[in-house]
């Protein structure tokens, strides 16, 4: 823990992720997590890795996009010289 004023950037980015992870972090329970936050602790992290599948597979999928798209437009420049150059 950094001094009174201070934030890591492992704390900023435990934030980021989820700032409810960031609360718990520095406010434990006292007697430890109970058996129904172990649980939501559990799908909060399942949670989270679907979404970030699905944000990963929504950026990856757009790259699939733009490669379509420039190979379309090299087929049409392609066969419009094609045409005009016979």
């Given amino acids: 823990m ?3 004023g201070w934030v890591s950037a492992t ?4 934030y980021a992720y989820c700032p409810r992870s960031h ?3 520095l406010h434990p329970p006292p007697g430890g997590p ?3 936050a172990q649980r939501a602790a559990r799908a909060g992290v399942r949670y989270h890795a679907r979404e ?3 944000e ?4 990856e999928g757009g790259r699939g ?4 798209l420039g190979i379309g437009l090299v ?4 066969g419009s010289a094609w045409l005009f150059l016979r």
Avoid at 56 to 59: D, G, P, Q
Avoid at 75 to 78: D, H, K, N
């Fill in 65 to 68: 996009a733009w490669a379509a």
């Fill in 11 to 14: 704390e900023l980015a435990d």
């Fill in 34 to 36: 109970a058996p129904a």
């Fill in 2 to 4: 950094e001094p009174e």
């Fill in 56 to 59: 990963r597979r929504r950026a």
């Fill in 23 to 25: 609360y718990y972090a």
């Fill in 75 to 78: 087929a049409l420049f392609g």
């Fill in 52 to 54: 970030l599948g699905r």
